[in-house]
């Protein structure tokens, strides 16, 4: 496979060219793109090792919560993108650029997302299939699979 057509030279978004499937990498770099562009920071305060940053959507002219664990990596936002799509959100990729990330840290993506997602189902295919660390497979691939197999 061909390596994605990157927007900058930032080693996060590298990384998840790296990580992500060219699909997902799709969606990943359009929040990217976005958090490099239409963010600012509205506030910050500091509880229980959390930081809780208020990030201003320019696009979207909303504020959202973006709690982050500096010592963990772990984050979250108000926006709910990676609880409904398995990718971090441009809050957070925002908050990670300004912390000096250079990795997608792996509580932020969803491993079914990943390109070694794809090889655990494809190495595992010899008509049992043992899924690793995918979370939802669809039935109708794996069907066709073993049609063309």
């Not at 390596?3 to 930032?10: A, M």
């Not at 562009?37 to 990030?55: P, W």
């Not at 963990?72 to 650029?97: A, D, M, N, Q």
């Amino acid at each position: 496979q061909s390596t994605p057509q990157l927007f900058s030279k930032s080693a996060l978004e590298s990384d998840g060219a790296r990580l992500f499937t060219h699909a997902v990498f799709e969606e990943f770099q359009e929040e990217y793109k976005c958090s490099t562009n239409t963010l600012t920071s509205r506030g910050f305060s500091e509880s229980n090792n959390m930081e809780l940053n208020t990030v201003k959507d320019a696009l979207r002219n909303l504020n959202f919560i973006v709690q982050y664990n500096p010592g963990t990596l772990e984050s979250s936002c108000t926006c709910k993108l990676f609880e409904r799509r398995g990718v971090p959100c441009r809050h957070i990729l925002w908050i990670y650029l300004g912390n000096g990330l250079e990795k997608i840290p792996e509580s932020s993506f969803a491993k079914r997302w990943t390109k070694d997602a794809l090889r655990d189902i494809k190495s595992n295919h010899k008509g049992c299939v043992g899924v690793g660390d995918v979370d939802i497979i669809d039935k109708k691939q794996i069907e066709m699979t073993k049609l063309w197999s």
